[in-house]
C-alpha cells in the first residue's frame, strides 16, 4: 500500500454561519477501518490543519453520545445522510479515498457541519407525540421499534417531501404520534394527522425507511396513521357506521 492509500482525505464543506460562504477544506487522517467519521473529525479537531498546512478553526459538528443514541451527528457523508458515530470512515471513502462530509440540506446551519434539528421536537409537539404511558403487551414490540428513533433528521434529509417552504411534518413526527395512539388514542391528535402538513401529504416514496439508520418501522407507521385518519374521515360522515 503506497502512503497515500494509507491515508484518507476528508473533505469538509466550511461555513462561519448561517449567513457565511461555503468554502471546502481537506483534511489528513490515517486510515484505519476500526474507526468512525466522528472518530477522524475528533482526531482533526485536536490540531485542525488542512493538507495545505493552514491552522484553522476546530469543525462544528454536533456529538452527543458517542454511540448511536442522541441523534445529533446526522450528516452527509459522501452525498447521503448518516450518522457520523455509526459509520465506518474505511467503508464510506471513495475510490481516491476520499470522504465528503457536508451538513444535512434541509435545515437551518449553524456551522460548518452543524444544523440546528430545533424543529424535529416543535414537529412532535406539533402532532401531540409525546405521552408519558406505559405500553400494553399487544404494542410492546412495535412500541420498542418505534422508540428507537434518536431524532436524528435523517429521514427528513431523505423525504422528498420535506423541503423549504413545504408543510409537511416528517415520517419521524407521524411515526411519534403514531406511537402516542397505540397508547394512548386521541382524536386531537389525530385530527393533526388530517391537517395540512400530516399523513396526506406523504408521497409515499419510503425513501425514509431506508435512510432511517435504526431500522424504525417507518413504513408502518406511515400506513397505520393513514389508516387512522381515514377510519376518523368516515366516522365524521357516517358517525354511527363507523366504530374505531
Ligand atoms: S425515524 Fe429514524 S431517521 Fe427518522 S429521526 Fe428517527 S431515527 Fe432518525
Ligand atoms: S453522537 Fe449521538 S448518535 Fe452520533
Do not use: H
Amino acid at each position: 500500500m503506497t502512503a497515500a492509500a494509507q491515508r484518507i482525505t476528508i473533505r469538509v464543506q466550511r461555513r462561519a454561519g448561517p449567513d457565511a460562504a461555503a468554502e471546502w477544506q481537506n483534511f489528513l487522517v490515517e486510515r484505519d477501518e476500526a474507526i468512525t467519521v466522528a472518530d477522524a473529525l475528533d482526531v482533526i479537531n485536536r490540531e485542525p490543519r488542512t493538507v495545505q498546512g493552514e491552522s484553522v478553526p476546530p469543525i462544528a459538528w454536533a456529538s452527543g453520545c458517542t454511540f448511536p443514541t442522541c441523534g445529533g451527528c446526522a450528516m452527509r457523508i459522501g452525498g447521503r445522510a448518516l450518522l457520523a458515530c455509526k459509520t465506518r470512515l474505511d467503508a464510506v471513502a471513495d475510490r481516491r479515498g476520499v470522504v465528503t462530509l457536508e451538513p444535512l440540506a434541509k435545515f437551518p446551519l449553524r456551522r460548518d457541519l452543524w444544523v440546528d434539528l430545533g424543529r424535529m421536537r416543535s414537529d412532535f409537539e406539533r402532532m401531540r407525540a409525546v405521552v408519558d404511558a406505559v405500553p400494553n403487551a399487544a404494542t410492546i414490540v412495535l412500541r420498542s421499534a418505534l422508540g428507537r428513533c434518536t431524532s436524528c433528521a435523517i429521514c427528513l434529509d431523505a423525504c422528498p417531501e420535506v423541503r423549504a417552504g413545504a408543510a409537511f411534518v416528517g415520517p419521524a413526527a407521524i411515526a411519534a404520534a403514531y406511537d402516542a395512539n397505540l397508547v394512548e388514542p386521541s382524536s386531537e391528535r389525530i385530527a393533526m394527522l388530517m391537517l395540512k402538513g400530516g399523513i396526506d401529504d406523504c408521497g409515499q416514496a419510503q425513501n425514509c425507511l431506508a435512510a432511517c439508520p435504526e431500522g424504525v418501522p417507518l413504513d408502518e407507521a406511515l400506513a397505520g396513521s393513514f389508516r387512522d385518519a381515514t377510519r376518523a374521515f368516515l366516522r365524521r360522515l357516517w358517525p354511527r357506521r363507523v366504530t374505531r
